[in-house]
């Protein structure tokens, strides 16, 4: 989870937001659609999973995105 | 032999587009949030009347007025890259030819690509001088990309603009005697319809699409430009970093060794991603278009002439160019100058 939250701490360009599991990413001051399509592709890149644009829309906090890529990866991350 | 481009000039359409008035389009749209990550303030929209032909002729007119008089009559080969020809058929550089009054002993060609179109129409310039089939090449780029989008894509609306530019590319060392060394190209066409206009064409020849919304938000409309920004975004993320590699090997070079790079003007928060990714220094990297947006296949040229015209050129310097985008397709190469 640590890893994961560095990975979206960076790509919030080092938010001055204190980010946990519980974060709704979207109401974040730094969140819009360019950030989430960047978002997407470097969590790919990093664990190797594709996130469907249908299923990252339905994802509110920052532990559903941890949950659905943990869930496909089937190993510890 | 060698081969070099000597000149540049552009054209951009009177009407433009800035930030405020898309925000009065679409009030919901943060343009100005959006803005500031994409880095595009204004584009130039061509006119009801004003088509690829009328561009290239601006374009190419302020070319010849730019250098001597005999040019005209020197151009032996003119390659138009443009994916928004006049008419199905005849080819618009046929055309281009005839207005400009170029020679009738001329080769005239369109290439149909995008982003990485200078790269390829350069490409192809170089190929036909070292061959001996021609010595001064006129590559045309103009596109309206404009006249594709849905009045309700606010996405795509922010990022182009329509423009066409005009380069030389000869056997003769003159002018900026840029010369243009090896390139590196690559095509994944399994992306086809990332970056699609899908109606117009033979296949899907007179349908009239439908403008397709969810949850009141505006989707696509198959007679319109239709752009998947984050696949195109993979793919640039995951070719264009090997591609600089593979273009520095082919020039005996490594990185430190390139003073600036400019790459295709997508925006700048795309470009961003790909400079850090690659690791090149923030202040040998340029954008330069915020004023224009993506112009599709004339952002390298613009960018490039931008660049000689504010920060200057010096002898000794290497130019990395990169172009990539609709196809999917890239191209790279390295420019030195003497």
Not at chain 2, 5 to 34: G, T, V
Not at chain 2, 122 to 130: D, E, N, R, T
Not at chain 2, 190 to 210: A, F, P
């Amino acid at each position: 989870m640590e890893k994961f939250l560095e990975i979206i701490k960076l790509e919030l360009a080092d938010t001055h937001s204190t980010i946990d599991e519980n974060t709704k990413f979207k109401e974040l001051e730094e969140w819009d659609s360019l950030t989430g399509m960047s978002l997407v592709v470097l969590l790919e890149e990093t664990y190797g999973v594709s996130i469907p644009d249908e299923i990252f829309k339905s994802f509110n906090t920052l532990g559903d995105i941890f949950a659905y890529i943990k869930e496909k990866k089937c190993v510890n991350i | 032999m060698c081969e070099y481009i000597n000149d540049i000039a552009y054209y951009l359409p009177k009407k433009s587009l800035s930030n405020a008035d898309i925000e009065s389009q679409h009030p919901e749209w943060s343009i100005e949030k959006i803005s500031s990550k994409t880095g595009i303030e204004n584009r130039f929209l061509s006119g009801v009347d004003e088509f690829c032909s009328d561009m290239a002729v601006q374009a190419a007119n302020k070319l010849f007025n730019q250098n001597s008089p005999r040019l005209k009559q020197e151009i032996d080969y003119l390659i138009l890259c443009t994916q928004n020809p006049d008419y199905v058929l005849p080819t618009t550089a046929c055309i281009v030819q005839d207005r400009l009054g170029l020679e009738k002993s001329i080769g005239a060609i369109d290439v149909n690509l995008g982003c990485s179109g200078f790269i390829y129409s350069i490409g192809l310039a170089k190929g036909l001088i070292s061959s001996g089939q021609a010595s001064n090449v006129l590559v045309i780029t103009s596109d309206t990309y404009s006249k594709l989008i849905n009045p309700n894509d606010k996405g795509n609306k922010t990022i182009f603009g329509d423009a066409a530019a005009a380069t030389l590319v000869s056997n003769k060392e003159e002018g900026l005697a840029a010369k243009i060394e090896k390139f590196v190209y690559g095509t994944d066409g399994s992306g086809y319809d990332n970056l699609i206009v899908k109606n117009g064409g033979s296949r899907n020849r007179i349908s009239i699409g439908q403008d397709l919304f969810e949850d009141n938000v505006y989707i696509k409309n198959d007679s319109n430009l239709f752009m998947d920004g984050r696949a195109v975004f993979q793919f640039t993320n995951a070719v264009v970093p090997n591609m600089v590699s593979k273009t520095l090997e082919k020039n005996n070079l490594i990185l430190s060794e390139i003073d600036s790079f400019i790459f295709h003007q997508a925006n700048k928060f795309m470009l961003e991603k790909v400079r850090k990714k690659i690791g090149i220094p923030e202040n040998k990297f340029i954008f330069n278009s915020g004023s224009v947006g993506n112009t599709v296949s004339s952002s390298i040229p613009i960018a490039f002439k931008n660049f000689i015209d504010e920060v200057g050129i010096n002898t000794g310097e290497k130019i990395m160019l990169a172009g990539f985008g609709v196809g999917l397709s890239y191209g790279a190469t390295i420019i030195s100058i003497n």
